[in-house]
C-alpha cells in the first residue's frame, strides 16, 4: 500500500472517530432535552357553593384526597399539568369532579420527574350518601373522620388507604396496588386485587366480607362478619382474631392460610399447594384431607363442621 494512501486512511479514521464522537454527544443532549423533563404543574381550585350529598370522582393518573374542610367551605384543588380539562360541579346533589386528558402524544414523550399531580376535595360535612371513585394511575386517601352510605372505588394502578366507615357497601377493586383498611365499620366489603397486597385491621362488618386476589399476600386482624369467602391464586392468607358468625370459606391455589383465634360456625378451606395451620376458639367436626403432607387436627366430636383439604401441604389446628 502506498504511503499516501496510508495518510489518507489514517486521516479518515480520525474524521471518523471525530465525527462518532459528536453523534454520541449530540444524542446525549438530545436524549437529556426530549426524553427527561421536570413536569411543569398548574394549581386549579374550584370553590363549590351547592349542597351535595353524593360524590363522584374521575380521573387519570392524579391520586386523590379526601379532606375535612378547615373553615366549612367545599373547594378542590387540581394540581395537574396544563393539558388536563378540570372540572367540580354539584349536579343533581352530586358532586361531580373530572380531570380528563387533552393531550397530545407528544406530550408525553420522555421521562418525567418531579411532584406528583394530585386532587384534594376539601369537604365541608363528614358524612354523605354515596362515594364513587374511577381512577387510572393513582393513589387515593380517604382518612377515618368521614362516613359513606355506599362507596364503589375502581382502580387500575395505585394504592389505596380507606379509613372511613360504611353503612352498606364498602366496594374496592384494584388491578395492580395495595389496599388498607383499618379501624372502620362497614355494613358489606368487598376487596378485590390481580397484583397486589390487601392489609385490615379492626373491621366490624355486619354482613358479607367477600375478597379476591389473583396474586398477593392477605393480612387481616381484629376482623368480624357474618359471613367469609376468599379466592385466590397465588400468596398467603393470615388471619388473626377473625370472627365469622356463619360460614367461613377460603380457596386458594399455591400459597399458605394461616388461623391464629379464629372461629366461625362453619370453615372450609382448600389449597392446592399450600399449608393450612392455626388456631380455632371452639370445638370443630374435622373433616381433613391431605394428598402429600402431615395431619395434626382435635379428635373433638362437637360443633360446626370444617372441612380442611390441601393436595401439597401440612394441616395443622389445634383448639385455643
Same mark, same amino acid.
Given at each position: 500500500?502506498?504511503?499516501?494512501?496510508?495518510?489518507?486512511?489514517?486521516?479518515?479514521?480520525?474524521?471518523?472517530?471525530?465525527?462518532?464522537?459528536?453523534?454520541?454527544?449530540?444524542?446525549?443532549?438530545?436524549?437529556?432535552?426530549?426524553?427527561?423533563?421536570?413536569?411543569?404543574?398548574?394549581?386549579?381550585?374550584?370553590?363549590?357553593?351547592?349542597?351535595?350529598?353524593?360524590?363522584?370522582?374521575?380521573?387519570?393518573?392524579?391520586?386523590?384526597?379526601?379532606?375535612?374542610?378547615?373553615?366549612?367551605?367545599?373547594?378542590?384543588?387540581?394540581?395537574?399539568?396544563?393539558?388536563?380539562?378540570?372540572? *367540580?360541579?354539584?349536579?343533581?346533589?352530586?358532586?361531580?369532579?373530572?380531570?380528563?386528558?387533552?393531550?397530545?402524544?407528544?406530550?408525553?414523550?420522555?421521562?418525567?420527574?418531579?411532584?406528583?399531580?394530585?386532587?384534594?376535595?376539601?369537604?365541608?360535612?363528614?358524612?354523605?350518601?354515596?362515594?364513587?371513585?374511577?381512577?387510572?394511575?393513582?393513589?387515593?386517601?380517604?382518612?377515618?373522620?368521614?362516613?359513606?352510605?355506599?362507596?364503589?372505588?375502581?382502580?387500575?394502578?395505585?394504592?389505596?388507604? /380507606?379509613? *372511613?366507615?360504611?353503612?352498606?357497601?364498602?366496594?374496592?377493586?384494584?388491578?395492580?396496588?395495595?389496599?388498607?383498611?383499618?379501624?372502620?365499620?362497614?355494613?358489606?366489603?368487598?376487596?378485590?386485587?390481580?397484583?397486589?397486597?390487601?392489609?385490615?385491621?379492626?373491621?366490624?362488618?355486619?354482613?358479607?366480607?367477600?375478597?379476591?386476589?389473583?396474586?398477593?399476600?392477605?393480612?387481616?386482624?381484629?376482623?368480624?362478619?357474618?359471613? /367469609?369467602?376468599?379466592?385466590?391464586?397465588?400468596?398467603?392468607?393470615?388471619?388473626?382474631?377473625?370472627?365469622?358468625?356463619?360460614?367461613?370459606?377460603?380457596?386458594?391455589?399455591?400459597?399458605?392460610?394461616?388461623?391464629?383465634?379464629?372461629?366461625? *360456625?362453619?370453615?372450609?378451606?382448600?389449597?392446592?399447594?399450600?399449608?393450612?395451620?392455626?388456631?380455632?376458639?371452639?370445638?370443630?367436626?374435622?373433616?381433613?384431607?391431605?394428598?402429600?403432607?402431615?395431619?395434626?387436627?382435635?379428635?373433638?366430636? *362437637?360443633?360446626?363442621?370444617?372441612?380442611?383439604?390441601?393436595?401439597?401441604?401440612?394441616?395443622?389446628?389445634?383448639?385455643?
Amino acid at each position: 500500500m502506498k504511503k499516501s494512501t496510508k495518510v489518507w486512511l489514517f486521516v479518515a479514521g480520525i474524521v471518523f472517530f471525530i465525527g462518532l464522537i459528536a453523534l454520541i454527544v449530540s444524542l446525549a443532549l438530545s436524549w437529556d432535552t426530549l426524553f427527561s423533563k421536570s413536569k411543569d404543574l398548574e394549581t386549579q381550585t374550584i370553590s363549590i357553593q351547592q349542597d351535595f350529598d353524593r360524590i363522584s370522582l374521575e380521573c387519570d393518573t392524579q391520586d386523590v384526597y379526601l379532606l375535612p374542610s378547615a373553615d366549612g367551605e367545599c373547594r378542590v384543588v387540581f394540581v395537574t399539568e396544563e393539558y388536563y380539562d378540570n372540572t *367540580a360541579e354539584v349536579e343533581n346533589g352530586c358532586l361531580q369532579v373530572k380531570s380528563i386528558d387533552r393531550s397530545s402524544f407528544i406530550d408525553h414523550v420522555g421521562i418525567s420527574f418531579g411532584e406528583a399531580s394530585s386532587i384534594t376535595v376539601y369537604l365541608p360535612k363528614l358524612e354523605y350518601d354515596a362515594l364513587v371513585i374511577n381512577a387510572d394511575t393513582s393513589d387515593i386517601s380517604i382518612p377515618k373522620e368521614f362516613s359513606f352510605g355506599t362507596v364503589d372505588i375502581s382502580l387500575t394502578t395505585g394504592d389505596t388507604s /380507606f379509613l *372511613a366507615s360504611v353503612t352498606g357497601l364498602l366496594r374496592i377493586h384494584a388491578t395492580t396496588g395495595d389496599i388498607l383498611l383499618e379501624n372502620l365499620s362497614a355494613g358489606e366489603l368487598d376487596l378485590s386485587v390481580d397484583t397486589g397486597r390487601i392489609n385490615g385491621n379492626s373491621l366490624d362488618c355486619a354482613g358479607a366480607f367477600t375478597l379476591s386476589v389473583t396474586t398477593g399476600k392477605v393480612v387481616l386482624e381484629d376482623v368480624s362478619c357474618k359471613s /367469609f369467602t376468599s379466592t385466590g391464586n397465588t400468596g398467603s392468607l393470615s388471619l388473626t382474631s377473625f370472627l365469622v358468625d356463619e360460614m367461613m370459606s377460603i380457596r386458594r391455589t399455591t400459597g399458605d392460610v394461616k388461623l391464629d383465634g379464629c372461629d366461625a *360456625a362453619e370453615l372450609q378451606i382448600e389449597t392446592d399447594t399450600g399449608d393450612i395451620t392455626g388456631s380455632l376458639l371452639t370445638d370443630k367436626i374435622f373433616i381433613v384431607k391431605t394428598d402429600t403432607g402431615k395431619i395434626q387436627v382435635p379428635e373433638t366430636t *362437637a360443633g360446626g363442621t370444617c372441612k380442611l383439604t390441601t393436595d401439597t401441604g401440612d394441616i395443622k389446628i389445634e383448639i385455643k
